[in-house]
């Protein structure tokens, strides 16, 4: 990188006078083929990097089919296809694993099975994806806010951690929870 930061340091770059416009002046023809080469390299270092892992965009189509599968349809063997060969679960009631995963959701389909949680945003960065969560145990239930977050490694969920808050029945201000 030296060499490459060496090269395109002795370019003199001007701007032209009416279009702002940065114009190259090459001190000679083996400098221009340089730089066309560095910029070449540098384009496809960059997509790359972009192609090494799965996206932001397809780590939130993930998270939101396993939600579907998982919590919306209860679907248990739908829903381990998208976990990962370990899978760390942070809320102190659940257990780690997939095991730990189907008897969640097993506790759910017995327990409420009217359930309903309506998704209300979806936010990634990288590999963490978070959903805020609107979910109901039964149908006249105010419910709570739940904020999911989801860790993922070669597009599959490995990590969970969950914040649950009840929604209640005043509040100290005029604010949706969501």
């Keep these: ?41 540098l384009a496809l270092v960059s997509l790359t990097t972009q192609a090494a892992g799965p996206s932001t965009e397809s780590n ?10 998982a919590l919306v349809r209860q679907d248990v063997d739908a829903a381990v296809k ?23 959701i097993k506790f759910l389909k017995e327990k ?25 145990s039964m149908p006249e239930d105010r419910g709570s806010a739940i904020m999911d977050i989801f860790r993922l490694e070669n597009g599959k969920i490995v990590e969970h951690w969950d914040v649950i808050q009840p929604i209640p029945e005043k509040a100290a201000n005029p604010n949706s929870m969501f």
Excluded: W
């Design 1 to 41: 990188m030296e060499f490459l930061y060496q090269r395109l340091h002795s370019i003199d770059i001007s701007f032209a006078f009416l279009t702002s416009i940065p114009v190259l002046h090459y001190p000679s023809q083996s400098m221009k083929i340089s730089h066309l080469l560095a910029t070449c390299i």
């Design 82 to 104: 998208f976990i990962g060969p370990t899978y760390i679960q942070h809320n102190p009631t659940a257990p780690d694993g997939v095991e730990g995963l189907k008897g969640f």
């Design 60 to 69: 939130k189509r993930i998270v939101l089919d396993f939600y579907d599968a």
């Design 112 to 136: 409420y099975p009217n359930r309903k949680g309506e998704i209300k945003r979806v936010i990634a960065e990288g590999d963490l994806v978070v959903l805020h969560v609107h979910s109901k």
